[in-house]
T-cell receptor
Framework: DQQVKQNSPSLSVQEGRISILNCDYT??????FLWYKKYPAEGPTFLIS?????DKNEDGRFTVFLNKSAKHLSLHIVPSQPGDSAVYFC?????????????FGKGTKLSVKP | DADVTQTPRNRITKTGKRIMLECSQT?????MYWYRQDPGLGLRLIYY???????NKGEISDGYSVSRQAQAKFSLSLESAIPNQTALYFC???????????????FGPGTRLTVL
């Protein structure tokens, strides 16, 4: 069973508008969550993270919200820019003996149209 | 220069051949990982190593083996390649010691492997 789920394979947004990417998880032992961004022909790069003791973390145009009761997090990009077009992976960490390992979702491909 | 490098970047091989993918890092991190990415399946962990003497299986280790030759080097081998091992392979590193970004992993550029 997937422990980290990104149920939207793709998302299309107009430049300047808000992009909202969603992620759900099933394991209540996860205590740290990360978002990675991946361009074609490149490796994933870290974007933003949040600890389970927080419900919001902001970095410039990017904000991650965590709702622990719903086991849900979301990434908000405001305003969206064409250069934000990429695949975004949600990842979670903090499980028992494999602490430090990341469990990734399947990714959401974001397209920002000019 | 890139902190995490992978060689080769692209490789085409035939079923049954042995192939090795190599990863080197200059970040001084203790932990290294191998993932594969398939369309629609995200990143799945193959093997990971927390230090030179430590090797652990990940989610999908069957058909793969690894070697941690040094702190900076972690190689992935396919002893007898098969077509369903065609995928993008990524190496990553991390360091939990003194990191403000708990569990952040740094990825290499990837190796595109095609098994015919």
């Amino acid at each position: 069973d997937q422990q980290v789920k990104q149920n939207s394979p793709s998302l299309s947004v107009q430049e300047g508008r808000i992009s909202i990417l969603n992620c759900d998880y099933t394991n209540s032992m996860f205590d740290y969550f990360l978002w990675y961004k991946k361009y074609p022909a490149e490796g994933p790069t870290f974007l933003i993270s949040i600890s389970s003791i927080k419900d919001k973390n902001e970095d410039g145009r990017f904000t991650v919200f965590l709702n622990k009761s719903a086991k849900h997090l979301s990434l908000h990009i405001v305003p969206s820019q064409p250069g934000d077009s990429a695949v975004y992976f949600c990842a979670a960490s903090g499980v028992g003996g494999s602490q430090g390992n990341l469990i990734f979702g399947k990714g959401t491909k974001l397209s920002v149209k000019p | 220069d890139a902190d995490v490098t992978q060689t080769p970047r692209n490789r085409i091989t035939k079923t049954g051949k042995r192939i090795m993918l190599e990863c080197s890092q200059t970040k001084g991190h203790d932990r290294m990982y191998w993932y594969r990415q398939d369309p629609g399946l995200g990143l799945r962990l193959i093997y990971y190593s927390f230090d030179v003497k430590d090797i652990n299986k990940g989610e999908i280790s069957d058909g793969y083996s690894v070697s941690r030759q040094a702190q900076a080097k972690f190689s992935l081998s396919l002893e007898s390649a098969i077509p369903n091992q065609t995928a993008l392979y990524f190496c990553a590193t991390s360091d939990l010691k003194g990191s403000g970004r708990y569990n952040e992993q740094f990825f290499g550029p990837g190796t595109r492997l095609t098994v015919l």
